[in-house]
């Protein structure tokens, strides 16, 4: 399996608390992407990174930040969280945009 | 018309029998197809890759048409193993990573 880590793996927080969720990969591949994933929706693409401190938004950005300080760490940040962002999120990456990614375990993010 | 789009299920059959599901794509320029797994609570995980000539693994083909922009995949023999939702991934080249869209699902249901 691929050498990707999120955490924390579960979380229950309260409304207008700010939430970072991590992910960590030990491939040195150069894209990670963070998606979130809802009944009905499939798998949204939030924010991804093609290098340090290179990130761009996906489809669902409004209210999430990001950051990548190092190759092996992407972060994802609600500042304050709402329960619309009641999910289970999903860190990715691949060495190249035409090869298939690799997810994480997720991390199941209750906001209540 | 949705970019990507899959018959959502479920697919209740048979153990044994042979099941088959398409996903259609609309951009004609879409360069890397790719088959997901996903069980229940879980991260999608890598199922197959989608060659223009066509694939096959064990019991598992996939299959991508051009004139007719889908992508199928083929499962004989099913098992109960095989339940899960199965996701389709179509990716327009070098573009942008968020132009990489992920199917919603079929799910799919084998029974004794």
């Known amino acids: 399996d691929a050498g990707i880590t999120q955490s924390p793996r579960h979380k229950v927080t309260e409304t207008g608390t700010p939430v970072t969720l991590r992910c960590h990969q030990t491939e040195n591949h150069r894209y990670m992407y963070w998606y979130r994933q809802d009944p009905g929706h499939g798998l949204r693409l939030i924010h991804y990174?093609?290098?340090?401190?290179?990130?761009d938004k996906g489809e669902v950005s409004d209210g999430y930040s990001v950051s990548r300080s190092k190759t092996e760490d992407f972060l994802l940040t609600l500042e304050s969280a709402t329960s619309s962002q009641t999910s289970v999120y999903f860190c990715?990456?691949?060495?190249?945009?035409?090869?298939?990614?690799?997810f994480g375990d997720g991390t199941r993010l209750s906001i209540l | 018309r949705k970019e990507v789009e899959q018959d959502p299920g479920p697919f209740n059959v048979p153990e044994g029998a042979t099941v088959a599901f398409n996903c259609t794509y609309s951009?004609?320029?879409?360069?890397?197809f790719f088959w997901y797994r996903q069980d229940c609570r879980k991260e999608p995980k890598l199922l197959m890759s989608v060659y223009s000539s066509g694939n096959e693994d064990g019991r598992f083909t996939a299959q991508l048409n051009r004139a007719s922009q889908y992508i199928s995949l083929l499962i004989r023999d099913s098992k109960l193993s095989d339940s899960a939702t199965y996701l389709c991934?179509?990716?327009?080249?070098?573009?942008?990573?968020?132009?990489?869209?992920f199917g919603s699902g079929t799910r799919l249901s084998i029974r004794p």
């Open positions: 990174s093609y290098g340090v401190k290179d990130t």
């Open positions: 951009n004609s320029a879409s360069q890397s």
């Open positions: 990715a990456i691949n060495g190249d945009l035409n090869q298939p990614q690799h």
């Open positions: 991934v179509v990716i327009p080249g070098y573009s942008s990573a968020s132009k990489i869209i």
